[in-house]
Structure formats: structure tokens, C-alpha cells
């Protein structure tokens, strides 16, 4: 009987079940993760420019902190200054191959707190309070359109069907601009110009119509392609002219804020006509040669059988411009 069952059991081992092997069954994860590459290091060159963003944002912050504290003059030199960096910090990152999606990003934010939270909350606290809820709702108005201004500005840079030539214009008042102008009522209060219900009622419409021109379609020259080279006979006038400017800023604050935002909201129609004439030889380059008149009394020739179209014959040849 022992060998009959001996028989049995060898017949059916394969019903058996194996003994499971002596390794944790989380080893392939384990080693996964182990093979998994670590974080590369990152160049000091895409640094610097995220740097000076970051110091574009901490002088916006401390305007809204002077602002606050009454102390307009200097909340209104640190929206200059915080412009001032966002000039150069896009720069820096181009001429120093150091541009970023994450840096990018970073900008957008900055440009927001800057240019749209920090000028809005100025004019509140300088006389749009006078105007109690009506004031409150210009300088959110501000702050609402510079938020989108920036938004379409990130979406319209990935449309891959914008043409070359409109990088070198802005689709209605960039963030900086705006912010700078939008403080003109400021301005002109330390030129002399007394403050009452008047002036606080003409500040809530300019504050409005700056919001409106930062999201209109209004084409606004951007300058970015201008100084990148530079001629060896007008370096030393860029040099004399870059000096001066800034001797004035910091002698005449006021006067050359005022004229400077005077001559930019009057120069903002002869962007629209370059826009314009632009386009119109974007579109004559674009069409095709007219061909010749045939002459009468002549015959058409027949067309060719590879000339004429053919029907698709099923729905997966279909034309290219379809796919």
C-alpha cells in the first residue's frame, strides 16, 4: 500500500504548489526607484535672472508696505525701480542663454504683485478711498485686467501660428507700461496740483481707461528688438544719453514721470498704424502671382490627368489641408 501510494502522490505533483521563493515581492519596485536618475545640477546662468525677478517682486511688496505707511514717494520709486528690473531681467536671461519655463512662470507672478496688486492698492491709499466702494472697484478693475493682460500675453506666445513679425508688438498696454502710467494722478499731485472730489472722480476714470487699454487688442510697440546691436560710432552717445536720463530721474522724478507718461500715451496710435502697415505687407507678400490673361480667341489647354483632383477614396485619404 505504501508503494501504491507512492505511485499516487508522484502522478500529481504537478498539482502541487511551489514553495514561494524567499524575496519581498516589493524588490522590483525597490530597485526601480534605485535606478531612477537623480536631479541634474543647475548653471548659475539660468540663476541670475530668476534673481533679479525675485528682487522686482520684494520692491513691489515693500511699495505696497510704503503705501501703506504714507510714504508715497518712496512706494512710487520702488514700482520704477521693480519696472526697472523687469526691463532687464528678460534680457539677462536671453543674452545669457538662461531662459526657463520656471523662470517664465516666476515673471507672470512677479508682474502681477508689481504691476497690478502694488499700483492698485497706491492709488487707493493716495485718494480712491475718497470715493469709498467706487474707488475699491477701480483699483480691483486695475488689478482684474492686469491678471488677464498677463494670462493672454503667456497664451499668445505659444500660438505656433502668430507670425514673426508681431513679436515686435505687444496685443494691448503691457503690465509695466501700465502700471507706470496708471500713477499719473500721483504725479501730478507733487508737481502742485491740488487734491479734491474732482481730481479723486478724475483718477477713478483714468484708472479705469488704463485697465481697459491693458486688455483692449490696441497693438502697442514693445521694443524688444531694439539694442541689441549698437554701431561703434553711437556707443559713447547711448552712454552719455543712458547717464542723463538717469540724472533726471533722480533730480526731477516727477516732470520726467509726467512727460514720459504724457509722450508714451500719446506715441500708442503710431503703433496701431506700424501694426497696420506691417500687416498689409505681411498680406501682399502672402498672396500668390496672378497669372496671365488668356488671350482671346485661344483655347485653354486641356488639363493633365495628374492636374486634376481626384476624390478620396475612403476616409483615410483624405486631402492635406483636411488632415
Known sequence: MRGKDRRVAQ???????????????????????????????????????????????????TAI???VEDRLEWALAAIVFAAALDGIDGRVARMLKGTSRFGAELDSLADFVNFGVAPALILYSWGLHELKSAGWIAALAFAIC???????????????????????????????????????????QFLGVPFSELTALVAFLYTLAIAFLMVSRLPVLSGKRVGKRVSPEMVLPVFVL???????????????????????LASLPLGWLSYRNAQLKSAAAAEPATPFAQPLGERAPAPRPADVPQAPSSDTERPARLN
Open 146 to 188: 492686469a491678471a488677464l493682460r498677463l494670462a493672454r500675453f503667456n497664451v499668445m506666445m505659444e500660438d505656433p501660428n502668430r507670425p514673426a513679425w508681431a513679436g515686435n508688438y505687444f496685443v494691448g498696454v503691457p503690465a509695466p507700461a501700465g502700471a507706470i502710467t496708471v500713477l499719473l494722478p500721483i504725479y501730478l
Open 65 to 67: 508696505r510704503l503705501a
Open 11 to 61: 502522478s500529481h505533483r504537478k498539482d502541487y504548489i511551489p514553495a514561494m521563493p524567499n524575496r519581498s515581492p516589493f524588490e522590483p519596485y525597490r530597485r526601480r526607484l534605485l535606478r531612477r536618475p537623480r536631479f541634474r545640477t543647475i548653471p548659475v546662468r539660468v540663476l541670475v535672472p530668476n534673481v533679479i525677478t525675485l528682487l522686482a517682486l520684494c520692491a513691489g511688496l
Open 242 to 264: 543712458t547717464v542723463l536720463f538717469f540724472a533726471l530721474l533722480i533730480s526731477y522724478p516727477w516732470e520726467v514721470l509726467t512727460l514720459g507718461t504724457i509722450i508714451y
